[in-house]
């Protein structure tokens, strides 16, 4: 099973921030975040992972919690492109292990 | 090399047929993941390789799959006896594990229709 919660669906405004939440609250203390998302009828795409700073690349933000039970990805000013359902999974990193997608969290970004 | 590639894209098949699928990894990734994914339901495992070797199945890979990565490049996923709850997405994915590792790149998935 998934070992986090993520809500089911969200809408954002095109220009403005997606806020996603994820829930993840038992978490061990070498396990990272790491968030996908998959636009329709293509494969998962990779956007960012963490393990217990803020990360930031091109794509998104990455805020994880002090006490790394929950985490926000950010896209900072979200397009129709955006549009997709997004992943949110714990694993441990460089074993290359397998990722347990859960639901997942649909965006709609409208117009 | 610009990812990993997967043929075919969609495949439509008769229930009781046998069909295979290839999965390209991307060249300097020693593991290579199959997935499953249903509608409306997110990416499910159903085995792993690392080199050539098959290290983890699924038990949602029944006696009727079976996959192979004959030289630890490319990879096969053949379902014997399709049935029409074998319709899906199969999704591959290839990532570096060990020293230098590198995340997960999954493939654009073939699409079984069972019918």
């Known amino acids: 099973d998934a070992k986090t919660t993520q809500p089911t669906s969200m809408d954002c405004a095109e220009g403005r921030a997606a806020n996603l939440p994820c829930n993840h609250s038992?978490?061990?203390?070498?396990?990272?975040v790491y968030w996908y998302r998959q636009i329709h009828s293509q494969g998962p795409q990779y956007i960012i992972h963490g393990l217990k700073n803020n990360e930031t690349n091109e794509m998104a933000s990455l805020i994880i919690t002090e006490d790394r039970k929950s985490s926000t990805l950010i896209l900072p000013h979200a397009t129709l492109r955006d549009t997709a359902v997004y992943y949110c999974?714990?694993?441990?990193?460089?074993?290359?292990?397998?990722?347990?997608f859960g639901q997942g969290t649909e965006l709609s970004v409208k117009p | 090399d610009t990812g990993v590639s997967q043929d075919p894209r969609h495949k439509i098949t008769k229930r009781g047929q046998n069909v295979t699928f290839r999965c390209d990894p991307i060249s300097e990734h020693n593991r290579l993941y199959w997935y499953r994914q249903t509608l409306g339901q997110g990416p499910e495992f159903l085995t792993y390789f690392q080199n050539e070797a098959q290290l983890e199945k699924s038990r949602l890979l029944s006696d009727r799959f079976s996959a192979e990565r004959p030289k630890g490049s490319f990879s096969t996923l053949e379902i014997q006896r399709t049935e029409q709850g074998d319709s899906a997405m199969y999704l591959c994915?290839?990532?570096?594990?060990?020293?230098?590792?590198?995340?997960?790149?999954f493939g654009q998935g073939t699409r079984l229709t069972v019918v």
């Open positions: 999974i714990v694993t441990f990193r460089g074993q290359g292990g397998k990722l347990i």
């Open positions: 994915a290839s990532s570096l594990a060990g020293q230098g590792a590198s995340d997960c790149f």
């Open positions: 038992t978490i061990s203390g070498n396990e990272y």
